[in-house]
């Protein structure tokens, strides 16, 4: 076995992982390594070859890959090193990592300060337990981005989409480029689950069918898939007998949801907050196990890369001066507390001291939506002492208050803060 | 089917038996023959062994308590389970004696339990007790709370019956077995023998004809259709009776630890919640006869009909850590005993129908009954003094300790690399099931050995990584591999080759 | 002058304004609904020539993958979109392939060029 050392080690070399180990070393720590299980750095944003990265970060539109690039020539830049190729097996309490690659075997690493930066995975068929066959053909759309992007082969040549994320927009178009034909996008909610701007570009732009309220409800196809039958749901999300329409197709892609991929902070110990999927934090991206932060999907499943950054960034900060034992002063922390149509929102906790030194983020989702003026409103045992103004709330859409260091005296002492919805 | 006989009527090899079907009848069949010095084909229809019946199954090692007293299967579940555990051992599959219970809810209850426990002692099942509702709420937490007591079986328990399967036939390769897969059996060769019987003489296939002393069909859901070549109508019709089962994530908040059933019905011994030897939960299976034979289809009433039956046993049961649905197709039939015979009318034949439940737990004593079978066919069986009834199993990255785990992947690097993350199966592990006796050359058989994809991402992060390695070890092109059955191939081609439609919209 | 009226969704950032938009022929009268400028940008280009960012792969050989990932520079009409697609399926690329190397110069002679992603070594044997 092959032991090493190192201040602080990210596991995952996405978006979150490159700005995590890239802030860790500006953060004074030596040794930063970033552990990747597929053989380059850049995680998911290799894939996703599409526009839309980086607007807020750089004020350019760049595609993921070019997205990647900039954070992986400055982490070559500061001196982050990489094992790629290299899949972590075991993560302790104690931070100890065992990781194993074809090169070395079996790695033990011993590490000051961890970041966990795993990302996400795709909700699969079965989990949705839709009725029918299991014939080769039904993908979730991220395995079928790979395959055509990366491995550049066509997992079918007619297709079904379910699900109305922006990974499924992408894709409906993405197909249509290389010859394919998507003959419907079908979403069981009463409205698209991704952005706008995907809609116009990728559906309405090569009209490719939308179906509202809809979902499927069998596969057919033995061997390989050959229709699937859609049906209108009602408001408890049950199928209307009579609805059925057959549709054929060779394809079924599942763009159904994301879940935080937490097996690996589930063996550390780490606390995993059940409506997120991923783990308590506070304002430093810290979990509950000292010197283990998390940042990125892993955390709570983002709409904006850029975003993603900025919290890799935050945590690796915050895990390099952890590692090279800078500790700060904290005061008594705050529960921050998802209220009325708030589904969730992070950080969990919150040292009311970090407002002294920079403002903090508060990230939310609300429940469900709505289409018109609201107040999201934050209120500190009781009182209210902030609200801020949105023209409409959306669960696709995340919705961030920045608390200033003003605002640090209404909140110092205090016990909870409840972040709520408001409609004005 | 006379054309079908000319078509393929020449003749490929001449075998001592040759075994219709490599399920795990029909494998276990093959392990047990190959002990003497008989030269035997094993044939299966499919790319790989295990695909037909015994792909679907509850993997549940039954005690025998259940199956009456006086019957076939009766007898041969006692003696297959003796035999069953040391056959495990020997050929490297997992099992776990755990134990099994049948629930009682109600005071009715408690008296099937009781008529259950009587059958069992007369057929000479080991170690029976009804233990009471108490001590079933201690062993089992998550049972009902109204738990009036259990039957427990200490010799029930839970197996592997798709590695079982393929453990068994490639100990019967080792031990000089031929296998030929994608040959389906389409006819037989038949001879007049006396006045009043026929000889079965051999079999027509896809791949032309195989002349063998002694014929055994295992053929699962077609036996029917095969005998009906021979012009055997059975007093009962081989029906597909589905079974339908939820899979739930290891990782999942409500776990039980044995096997649990609910008091039988005389068709079926109840939906099951139970533990399975990969640490999964699964709940089922449902019975419903249908016509289609190979409509293994989930249906939503098939899944409500489960979630009831189960939440009966475990009230605080949920839906949300589930990752899988599947059905099987059970070869039911009306007599519910198992058929073990040499046709009257036949010589050379030997005919395995309606092995369903507990056809696993009773394989070996099939194999031993139908060695008996043979024998009386005339053929002479003489023990090979070179018999290795050890089949070694390749290793199992995830269940080595992190030094062997290292040790393995310096001898061989290919163990370094993990393909499927949620259950930890490495390339290493996939190559050499690629390479190994039975060869897995696709998907489903991959998994079938590994586990691979049966994880909490079903496959979305190992699919393309195993297409590459399919690709690369047998030599194909990547659209060309398949997840299971010819025709369900992953890919239709390359991205940036335009299919005849053309781009243009 | 006749005006004419239409809902449209703006695609220049991930926010979506949906913005209603009157104009005359090809003339923008007025926009509301954007939050900012790009939104007019955006308005006045799509009701005169509709123009799109495109991204797909392009072949490479002996590269680390069998290929790269492309963009155009700008956005490009929308109605050459596939003629750019079918061209780009022609080409092949010798590894190694640097970030921003012009795969196809005024494509389609739409004055914008068609770029890499990223950069894609060779594969090592």
């Given at each position: 076995m092959i032991e090493k050392r190192y201040d602080v080690v990210v596991i995952g070399s996405g978006p979150a992982g490159l700005a995590a180990a890239i802030a860790a070393k500006k953060a004074g720590a030596n040794d930063v390594v970033i552990i990747e299980r597929d053989i380059e750095l850049g995680g998911i944003l290799l894939q996703c070859i599409h526009n839309g990265f980086g607007i807020e970060i750089f004020e350019e539109d760049l595609?993921?890959?070019?997205y990647a690039h900039r954070f992986i020539v400055q982490s070559k830049d500061v001196g982050v090193e990489a094992l790629l190729d290299t899949m972590v097996l075991d993560l302790t309490p104690r931070r100890e990592i065992y990781a194993i690659n074809k090169r070395n075997g079996m790695i033990k690493i011993d590490v000051g300060a961890v970041v966990l930066a795993m990302g996400c995975r795709e909700r699969p068929r079965g989990a949705l337990a839709i009725p029918g066959y299991r014939p080769a053909g039904i993908y979730t759309a991220g395995t079928a981005q790979r395959l055509v992007n990366i491995e550049g082969y066509m997992p079918g040549e007619r297709f079904v989409i379910l699900g109305s994320g922006d990974i499924g927009m992408i894709m409906a178009r993405r197909l249509t480029f290389e010859g394919a034909k998507v003959e419907r996008m079908i979403e069981i909610l009463p409205y698209i689950s991704g952005l706008k701007r995907n809609y116009v570009q990728c559906l309405l732009d090569y009209d490719i069918p939308l179906q509202l309220k809809h979902t499927v409800i069998d596969i057919k196809g033995r061997d390989r898939v050959e229709a699937v039958v859609s049906a209108q749901v009602d408001e408890n999300w049950k199928p209307i007998p009579g609805t059925e329409d057959t549709i054929p197709c060779d394809t079924l892609l599942l763009s159904v949801g994301l879940i935080p991929e937490n097996e690996l902070s589930k063996k550390a110990g780490v606390e995993l907050d059940p409506l997120t999927g991923g783990p308590y934090v506070d304002e430093t991206m810290q979990t509950n196990v000292p010197g283990i932060f998390a940042a990125g999907n892993v955390v709570h499943v983002y709409d904006l890369v850029d975003w993603v950054t900025k919290a890799g960034f935050l945590a690796g900060r915050y895990a390099g001066k952890y590692a090279i034992q800078q500790r700060r002063e904290s005061e008594?922390?705050?529960?921050?507390?998802?209220?009325?149509?708030?589904?969730?929102?992070?950080?969990?906790?919150?040292?009311?001291?970090?407002?002294?030194?920079?403002?903090?983020?508060?990230q939310l989702r609300v429940q469900w939506p709505v289409e018109d003026r609201i107040w999201i409103n934050v209120e500190v045992d009781g009182k209210l002492i902030k609200q801020q103004a949105e023209r409409y709330a959306r669960p696709s859409e995340m919705i961030k208050v920045i608390l200033s260091p003003e605002d640090y005296k209404k909140v110092v002492g205090a016990k909870e803060l409840l972040i709520r919805v408001e409609e004005r | 089917m006379d054309e079908i006989k000319e078509k393929y009527k020449e003749v490929k090899g001449k075998y001592d038996v040759i075994i219709i079907g490599a399920g795990l009848v029909g494998s276990i069949i093959a392990r047990w023959l190959s002990k003497y010095n008989l030269n035997i084909l094993l044939i299966d229809k499919e790319p790989d062994v295990s695909t037909g019946t015994s792909k679907a199954n509850t993997a549940i090692i039954h005690a025998g308590y259940d199956s009456p007293f006086g019957t076939l299967r009766g007898k041969l579940v006692v003696d297959g389970n003796r035999m069953f555990y040391q056959m495990c051992e020997e050929l490297e599959v997992p099992y776990k004696m755990c134990g099994t219970y049948v629930v009682a809810l109600t005071d009715e209850d408690i008296k099937t339990l009781e008529k259950l426990m009587e059958n069992g002692r007369k057929k000479g099942v080991p170690g029976l007790e009804i233990i009471s509702g108490e001590e079933m709420r201690h062993r089992e937490p998550y049972i009902n709370p109204d738990v009036k007591g259990a039957l427990y079986a200490p010799t029930g328990g839970i197996g592997d019956p798709f590695m079982l399967t393929v453990a068994a036939a490639e100990n019967a390769v080792m031990n000089g077995t031929k296998i030929l897969l994608e040959t389906k059996a389409l006819d037989f060769v038949v001879e007049p023998f006396s006045l009043h019987k026929k000889k079965v003489s051999g079999v027509v296939t896809n791949r032309g004809t195989f002349l063998a002393d002694v014929t055994i069909a295992s053929a699962g859901l077609y036996c029917d259709e095969l005998m009906e070549k021979l012009g055997i109508k059975y007093d009962f019709y081989v029906r597909a009776r589905k079974g339908e089962y939820y899979v739930f994530d290891k990782a999942k908040k409500l776990q039980v630890k044995t096997v649990l059933f609910p008091c039988p019905t005389p068709v079926t011994k109840g939906i099951l919640v139970t533990t399975t030897i990969h640490d999964n939960m699964i709940l089922g299976p449902t019975a419903k006869e249908i016509k289609d034979?190979?409509?293994?289809?989930?249906?939503?009433?098939?899944?409500?009909?489960?979630?009831?039956?189960?939440?009966?046993?475990?009230?605080?049961?949920?839906?949300?850590?589930?990752?899988?649905?599947?059905?099987?197709?059970?070869?039911?039939?009306?007599?519910?005993?198992?058929?073990?015979?040499?046709?009257?009318?036949?010589?050379?034949f030997i005919n395995l129908a309606g092995i369903e439940s507990p056809g696993m737990a009773s394989s070996a004593a099939i194999a031993e009954y139908v060695v008996n079978l043979v024998q009386e066919q005339g053929l002479e069986l003489r023990k090979k003094n070179n018999w290795n009834p050890i089949r070694k199993s390749r290793p199992d990255f995830s269940k080595l300790s992190l030094e062997e785990q290292g040790r393995l992947i310096e001898k061989n690097p290919l163990y370094g690399r993990i393909v499927c993350r949620c259950e930890i199966v490495t390339e290493g592990e996939i190559v050499a099931e690629i390479h190994a006796p039975i060869p897995a050359r696709t998907y489903d058989a991959i998994k079938r050995r590994t586990w691979l994809g049966t994880g909490r991402c079903q496959g979305s992060f190992d699919t393309p990584r195993v297409i590459e390695i399919l690709s690369r070890e047998l030599g194909i092109l990547p659209t060309d591999v398949i997840k299971e059955s010819k025709g369900s191939n992953f890919l239709t081609r390359l991205t940036k080759e335009v299919p005849e439609r053309g781009l243009n919209d | 002058m006749v005006k004419e009226k239409t809902k449209l969704i703006c695609i220049a950032c991930p926010v979506g304004c949906e913005m209603n938009v009157t104009y005359d022929g090809k003339t923008v009268l007025e926009v509301d609904g954007n939050k900012c400028k790009k939104g007019i940008?955006?308005?006045?280009?799509?009701?005169?020539?509709?123009?799109?960012?495109?991204?797909?792969?392009?072949?490479?050989?002996?590269?680390?993958?069998?290929?790269?990932?492309?963009?155009?520079?700008?956005a490009i009409p929308k109605n050459k979109i596939f003629k750019v697609l079918d061209k780009l399926c022609e080409i092949e690329l010798d590894a190694p392939v640097k970030i921003h190397q012009v795969v196809l110069q005024d494509a389609v002679e739409t004055g914008i060029n068609i770029v890499t992603s990223r950069l894609l070594t060779a594969k090592s044997e």
């Amino acid at each position: 076995m092959i032991e090493k050392r190192y201040d602080v080690v990210v596991i995952g070399s996405g978006p979150a992982g490159l700005a995590a180990a890239i802030a860790a070393k500006k953060a004074g720590a030596n040794d930063v390594v970033i552990i990747e299980r597929d053989i380059e750095l850049g995680g998911i944003l290799l894939q996703c070859i599409h526009n839309g990265f980086g607007i807020e970060i750089f004020e350019e539109d760049l595609t993921g890959p070019e997205y990647a690039h900039r954070f992986i020539v400055q982490s070559k830049d500061v001196g982050v090193e990489a094992l790629l190729d290299t899949m972590v097996l075991d993560l302790t309490p104690r931070r100890e990592i065992y990781a194993i690659n074809k090169r070395n075997g079996m790695i033990k690493i011993d590490v000051g300060a961890v970041v966990l930066a795993m990302g996400c995975r795709e909700r699969p068929r079965g989990a949705l337990a839709i009725p029918g066959y299991r014939p080769a053909g039904i993908y979730t759309a991220g395995t079928a981005q790979r395959l055509v992007n990366i491995e550049g082969y066509m997992p079918g040549e007619r297709f079904v989409i379910l699900g109305s994320g922006d990974i499924g927009m992408i894709m409906a178009r993405r197909l249509t480029f290389e010859g394919a034909k998507v003959e419907r996008m079908i979403e069981i909610l009463p409205y698209i689950s991704g952005l706008k701007r995907n809609y116009v570009q990728c559906l309405l732009d090569y009209d490719i069918p939308l179906q509202l309220k809809h979902t499927v409800i069998d596969i057919k196809g033995r061997d390989r898939v050959e229709a699937v039958v859609s049906a209108q749901v009602d408001e408890n999300w049950k199928p209307i007998p009579g609805t059925e329409d057959t549709i054929p197709c060779d394809t079924l892609l599942l763009s159904v949801g994301l879940i935080p991929e937490n097996e690996l902070s589930k063996k550390a110990g780490v606390e995993l907050d059940p409506l997120t999927g991923g783990p308590y934090v506070d304002e430093t991206m810290q979990t509950n196990v000292p010197g283990i932060f998390a940042a990125g999907n892993v955390v709570h499943v983002y709409d904006l890369v850029d975003w993603v950054t900025k919290a890799g960034f935050l945590a690796g900060r915050y895990a390099g001066k952890y590692a090279i034992q800078q500790r700060r002063e904290s005061e008594r922390k705050l529960r921050v507390i998802a209220g009325n149509n708030v589904h969730h929102v992070l950080p969990h906790i919150l040292d009311p001291l970090s407002l002294k030194r920079e403002p903090q983020d508060l990230q939310l989702r609300v429940q469900w939506p709505v289409e018109d003026r609201i107040w999201i409103n934050v209120e500190v045992d009781g009182k209210l002492i902030k609200q801020q103004a949105e023209r409409y709330a959306r669960p696709s859409e995340m919705i961030k208050v920045i608390l200033s260091p003003e605002d640090y005296k209404k909140v110092v002492g205090a016990k909870e803060l409840l972040i709520r919805v408001e409609e004005r | 089917m006379d054309e079908i006989k000319e078509k393929y009527k020449e003749v490929k090899g001449k075998y001592d038996v040759i075994i219709i079907g490599a399920g795990l009848v029909g494998s276990i069949i093959a392990r047990w023959l190959s002990k003497y010095n008989l030269n035997i084909l094993l044939i299966d229809k499919e790319p790989d062994v295990s695909t037909g019946t015994s792909k679907a199954n509850t993997a549940i090692i039954h005690a025998g308590y259940d199956s009456p007293f006086g019957t076939l299967r009766g007898k041969l579940v006692v003696d297959g389970n003796r035999m069953f555990y040391q056959m495990c051992e020997e050929l490297e599959v997992p099992y776990k004696m755990c134990g099994t219970y049948v629930v009682a809810l109600t005071d009715e209850d408690i008296k099937t339990l009781e008529k259950l426990m009587e059958n069992g002692r007369k057929k000479g099942v080991p170690g029976l007790e009804i233990i009471s509702g108490e001590e079933m709420r201690h062993r089992e937490p998550y049972i009902n709370p109204d738990v009036k007591g259990a039957l427990y079986a200490p010799t029930g328990g839970i197996g592997d019956p798709f590695m079982l399967t393929v453990a068994a036939a490639e100990n019967a390769v080792m031990n000089g077995t031929k296998i030929l897969l994608e040959t389906k059996a389409l006819d037989f060769v038949v001879e007049p023998f006396s006045l009043h019987k026929k000889k079965v003489s051999g079999v027509v296939t896809n791949r032309g004809t195989f002349l063998a002393d002694v014929t055994i069909a295992s053929a699962g859901l077609y036996c029917d259709e095969l005998m009906e070549k021979l012009g055997i109508k059975y007093d009962f019709y081989v029906r597909a009776r589905k079974g339908e089962y939820y899979v739930f994530d290891k990782a999942k908040k409500l776990q039980v630890k044995t096997v649990l059933f609910p008091c039988p019905t005389p068709v079926t011994k109840g939906i099951l919640v139970t533990t399975t030897i990969h640490d999964n939960m699964i709940l089922g299976p449902t019975a419903k006869e249908i016509k289609d034979k190979e409509d293994t289809s989930v249906t939503p009433m098939g899944l409500e009909e489960l979630y009831e039956g189960a939440k009966r046993l475990v009230p605080k049961l949920e839906l949300t850590d589930v990752i899988r649905t599947f059905a099987g197709l059970r070869a039911g039939g009306f007599l519910h005993d198992f058929i073990i015979e040499a046709p009257p009318k036949y010589w050379g034949f030997i005919n395995l129908a309606g092995i369903e439940s507990p056809g696993m737990a009773s394989s070996a004593a099939i194999a031993e009954y139908v060695v008996n079978l043979v024998q009386e066919q005339g053929l002479e069986l003489r023990k090979k003094n070179n018999w290795n009834p050890i089949r070694k199993s390749r290793p199992d990255f995830s269940k080595l300790s992190l030094e062997e785990q290292g040790r393995l992947i310096e001898k061989n690097p290919l163990y370094g690399r993990i393909v499927c993350r949620c259950e930890i199966v490495t390339e290493g592990e996939i190559v050499a099931e690629i390479h190994a006796p039975i060869p897995a050359r696709t998907y489903d058989a991959i998994k079938r050995r590994t586990w691979l994809g049966t994880g909490r991402c079903q496959g979305s992060f190992d699919t393309p990584r195993v297409i590459e390695i399919l690709s690369r070890e047998l030599g194909i092109l990547p659209t060309d591999v398949i997840k299971e059955s010819k025709g369900s191939n992953f890919l239709t081609r390359l991205t940036k080759e335009v299919p005849e439609r053309g781009l243009n919209d | 002058m006749v005006k004419e009226k239409t809902k449209l969704i703006c695609i220049a950032c991930p926010v979506g304004c949906e913005m209603n938009v009157t104009y005359d022929g090809k003339t923008v009268l007025e926009v509301d609904g954007n939050k900012c400028k790009k939104g007019i940008n955006y308005a006045e280009t799509e009701i005169v020539d509709p123009k799109r960012i495109i991204v797909t792969t392009v072949r490479v050989v002996k590269g680390l993958h069998r290929l790269v990932p492309v963009r155009s520079t700008e956005a490009i009409p929308k109605n050459k979109i596939f003629k750019v697609l079918d061209k780009l399926c022609e080409i092949e690329l010798d590894a190694p392939v640097k970030i921003h190397q012009v795969v196809l110069q005024d494509a389609v002679e739409t004055g914008i060029n068609i770029v890499t992603s990223r950069l894609l070594t060779a594969k090592s044997e």
